[in-house]
Nanobody, 114 residues
Framework: QVQLFESGGGLVQTGGSLRLSCAAS????????MAWYRQAPGKQREFVAV???????NYADSVKGRFTISRDNGKNSVYLQMDSLKPEDTGVYYC????????WGQGTQVTVSS
């Protein structure tokens, strides 16, 4: 079991950057995958990026080349560096850990103004 706490969201203009953090309540060394999802108003939650315990990464096509996921096992944290932000990136961003079950954080709001 693990608890996740996201932070770093906010309001930013188009073209700006934000760095989201996801802090876990326990060591993440043995957690197979940790991921970021987002949910825009009136839309379903969608996949953004994932990182495995071995460091392999994958991204949604809509964020490739703009977002970077990383993990710091020493700080029990996962990060999402978001650059060249667009209004369509607006939404609540959630961190997810997959062990035997899925665990979600409470989310952090990202708003990109045009």
């Amino acid at each position: 079991q693990v608890q996740l706490f996201e932070s770093g969201g906010g309001l930013v203009q188009t073209g700006g950057s934000l760095r989201l953090s996801c802090a876990a309540s326990r060591s993440i060394v043995s957690i197979p995958t940790m991921a970021w999802y987002r949910q825009a108003p009136g839309k379903q939650r969608e996949f953004v990026a994932v990182i495995t315990s071995g460091g392999s990464v994958n991204y949604a096509d809509s964020v490739k080349g703009r977002f970077t996921i990383s993990r710091d096992n020493g700080k029990n944290s996962v990060y999402l560096q978001m650059d060249s932000l667009k209004p369509e990136d607006t939404g609540v961003y959630y961190c997810k850990a997959t062990i035997h079950s899925m665990y979600w954080g409470q989310g952090t709001q990202v708003t990109v103004s045009s």
